[in-house]
């Protein structure tokens, strides 16, 4: 068995020194970059990102190959459809409580000795939440929508460390007195 490991080590070291023999140098990374693991950022499209989101929530993350984002889209979606149905089967059992207990019926979930202004405060909260899960609900979806778009507009850009070429330099100046004293200052240079 040891054999085999040796044997798979072996193997993996010696295609990793054959590729980095037909690879290239880069003075950036500071190792070997084979031209064929390359991976250049495709362009997306915004409005063909944007659609797909719309009709299939996280189908634009997918286009633009944040498959990262997935858990989280369908997280957020699957906790607000949770949200939504444990506080509508509160509201229900609230409610039916509430109602019987006006029609004078007794319940043995909810006795005489809790007032009825109680069970009519808890129906109602439990109406608010259910609301607001919804709200909840829409605007997870309205945010996967935007972060589909936002996303895809943006994997055009140019992210390089020297886009403006800002310096951050620790140099002497002189204050009001005339005695030098150290400052920190940027500049910027286009």
Same mark, same amino acid.
């Given at each position: 068995?040891?054999?085999?490991?040796?044997?798979?080590?072996?193997?993996?070291?010696?295609?990793?020194?054959?590729?980095?023999?037909?690879?290239?140098?880069?003075?950036?990374?500071?190792?070997?970059?084979?031209?064929?693991?390359?991976?250049?950022?495709?362009?997306?499209?915004?409005?063909?990102?944007?659609?797909?989101?719309?009709?299939?929530?996280?189908?634009?993350?997918?286009?633009?190959?944040?498959?990262?984002?997935?858990?989280?889209?369908?997280?957020?979606?699957?906790?607000?459809?949770?949200?939504?149905?444990?506080?509508? !089967?509160? &509201?229900?059992?609230? +409610?039916?409580?509430?109602?019987?207990? %006006?029609?004078?019926?007794? =319940?043995? /979930? #909810?006795?005489?000795?809790?007032?009825?202004?109680?069970?009519?405060?808890?129906?109602?909260?439990?109406?608010?939440?259910?609301?607001?899960?919804?709200?909840?609900?829409?605007?997870?979806?309205?945010?996967?929508?935007?972060?589909?778009?936002?996303?895809?507009?943006? !994997?055009? &850009?140019?992210?390089? +460390?020297?886009?403006?070429?800002?310096? %951050?330099?620790?140099?002497? =100046?002189? /204050? #009001?007195?005339?005695?030098?004293?150290?400052?920190?200052?940027?500049?910027?240079?286009?």
């Amino acid at each position: 068995m040891n054999k085999l490991y040796v044997a798979l080590i072996l193997a993996s070291t010696c295609l990793t020194l054959q590729s980095q023999a037909q690879g290239k140098w880069d003075e950036k990374v500071g190792t070997f970059v084979i031209d064929s693991l390359i991976n250049k950022r495709k362009q997306t499209k915004p409005l063909k990102a944007t659609l797909l989101s719309a009709i299939f929530p996280g189908a634009g993350q997918v286009y633009n190959r944040q498959y990262y984002k997935l858990h989280l889209v369908y997280g957020a979606i699957g906790g607000m459809i949770y949200a939504i149905d444990w506080n509508s !089967s509160q &509201f229900d059992t609230f +409610d039916q409580a509430y109602r019987n207990r %006006l029609a004078g019926i007794d =319940t043995p /979930d #909810f006795p005489d000795v809790i007032p009825t202004q109680l069970i009519a405060n808890r129906r109602a909260q439990f109406r608010k939440d259910k609301e607001l899960a919804y709200f909840g609900l829409g605007l997870v979806y309205l945010l996967n929508v935007a972060d589909a778009f936002v996303s895809s507009h943006l !994997s055009s &850009f140019n992210i390089e +460390d020297d886009l403006i070429g800002a310096d %951050l330099k620790l140099s002497e =100046t002189l /204050d #009001f007195t005339g005695v030098p004293f150290p400052a920190l200052g940027i500049s910027f240079t286009f």
